[in-house]
């Protein structure tokens, strides 16, 4: 149980253009989720939370236009990077968290952007 | 702030040898802390959690134990497998979000 899928696995686009990530929970329903960013051999940084129905909550130094989020259902949350540039080449991966007052989030396998 | 501290890496060691990886924490209140593991290429999945002082988490032969007066979690294995190379993130979890430490790297060597 407690399967979180991404997709895509990964993404190669061209500077200037859009592109959408989407996050699922399977066999669970997501109350939150979560959006890290992970560079090279280094830790995740947490870029925003979602709450099903409500407005993601961004940590400080996010740019909310530039990364927007959106968790329109208990099972799905998208995050989608604007106009995107060779420096927002990173992994992305998203997470989830269903019962509330449950600390544990489950991970989804990541998705690798690459930006020409 | 709340923060975490991992042991650097990488660390390399031979197949059967004993692993520790130190990771201790800082935090207000009392969190919930977990090992993470990361496979090349892949994302996170959860080793193992405790969720109170004492309280001793465990997986897959590995086990750590939520020491509130060291405030420490290290991750110890008996005998470690090739299979084991990854990274290893250690995290608390501080008002429904999860801060993680900067990730140890484990290679194991046949």
């Known amino acids: 149980g407690a399967v979180v899928s991404q997709h895509p696995s990964w993404v190669i686009c061209k500077s200037g253009t859009s592109v959408k990530i989407e996050c699922r929970s399977l066999?669970?329903?997501?109350?939150?989720m979560f959006w890290y960013r992970q560079f090279p051999k280094q830790s995740l940084m947490l870029m925003a939370t979602?709450?099903?129905?409500?407005?993601?909550?961004?940590e400080q130094g996010v740019e909310k236009d530039k990364f927007l989020i959106n968790h329109a259902s208990l099972t799905l949350s998208t995050l989608t990077v604007t106009s995107a540039h060779p420096e927002d080449s990173s992994f992305y991966i998203c997470s989830a968290k269903g019962l509330a007052g449950e600390d544990t989030q489950y991970f989804g396998p990541g998705t690798r952007l690459t930006v020409l | 702030g709340d923060s975490v501290t991992q042991m650097e890496g990488p660390v390399t060691l031979s197949e059967e040898a004993f692993l520790t990886i130190n990771c201790t924490y800082t935090?207000?209140?009392?969190?919930?802390l977990f090992w993470y593991v990361q496979y090349p290429g892949e994302g996170l999945q959860l080793l193992l959690k405790a969720t109170k002082a004492d309280d001793k988490g465990s997986n897959k032969g590995f086990e750590a134990t939520y020491r509130k007066e060291t405030t420490s979690f290290h991750l110890e294995k008996g005998s470690v497998q090739v299979s084991d190379s990854a990274v290893y993130f250690c995290?608390?979890?501080?008002?429904?979000?999860?801060?993680f430490g900067q990730g140890t790297t484990l290679q194991v060597k046949p």
């Open positions: 066999d669970f329903q997501a109350t939150t």
């Open positions: 935090a207000t209140g009392y969190p919930s």
């Open positions: 995290a608390l979890s501080v008002s429904g979000k999860l801060i």
């Open positions: 979602s709450n099903e129905g409500s407005k993601a909550t961004y």
